[in-house]
């Protein structure tokens, strides 16, 4: 059993780079502007009808639904899970590439629904500006690899090594306070 319980939407941060995590996790109590770039706070409104409960009343759709796995150590919001299709549906404002990242967070919300007794036949990821579906199935080795990131995130220590791609390092909003030579 875990008392560490990892944060699904986090996932995503650590692939990206484990520093930027422990950025995001030290700005995240101040205003949403000092530690999202602007596509990030878009993806933050997309979710906001599922958070409120805005996007359907219908009885058989879950929406916003906290969730987590014991056996998995997770913990997480589900956006949309309809229980006559035993589907799982995650929203993003665009998807221009299915990253590891985006089928973990699937994969992740899928093995709570699953642990609290919901089952799940299908992943489906919505792309919402150019309404484009995808159906997310795992392979053995993801599904390897995603053990491992959660084993990986438990263990990351502060004198890790800093990311060594430099582009990825351009681009990324923490390469200030990262003080990392790009
Ligand atoms: S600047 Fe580079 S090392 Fe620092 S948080 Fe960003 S990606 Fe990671």
Redesign the pocket.
């Known amino acids: 059993m875990y008392y560490d319980y990892i944060q699904i939407s986090k996932i995503n941060d650590f692939l ?5 995590l ?2 995001h996790s030290v700005y995240e109590t101040f205003a949403q502007n000092t530690y999202k770039a602007s596509p990030q706070i878009a993806g933050t409104i997309a979710h906001e009808s599922v958070d409120q409960e805005k996007f359907s009343t219908r009885k058989n759709i879950l929406q916003g639904r906290e969730i987590f796995s014991q056996k998995y150590g997770i913990i997480g919001k589900i956006d949309i899970y309809d229980k006559d299709k035993r589907e799982l549906i995650e929203r993003k404002r665009t998807v221009k590439e299915i990253y590891d990242g985006y089928i973990f967070q699937l994969y992740a919300q899928k093995l709570c629904l699953e642990e609290m007794g919901f089952k799940v036949k299908s992943m489906k990821l919505y792309s919402m500006t150019d309404n484009k579906t995808y159906t997310i199935t795992l392979t053995k080795q993801q599904k390897t690899k995603f053990k491992k990131v959660l084993k990986d995130m438990r263990s990351f220590n502060l004198t890790s090594k ?2 060594s ?1 430099h582009n ?2 351009k681009n ?1 909003i ?2 200030e306070l ?1 003080k ?1 030579d ?1």
């Open positions: 990206f780079c484990p520093w930027s422990y950025f800093k990311c791609n990825k390092c990324c923490y390469r990262c990392i790009v």
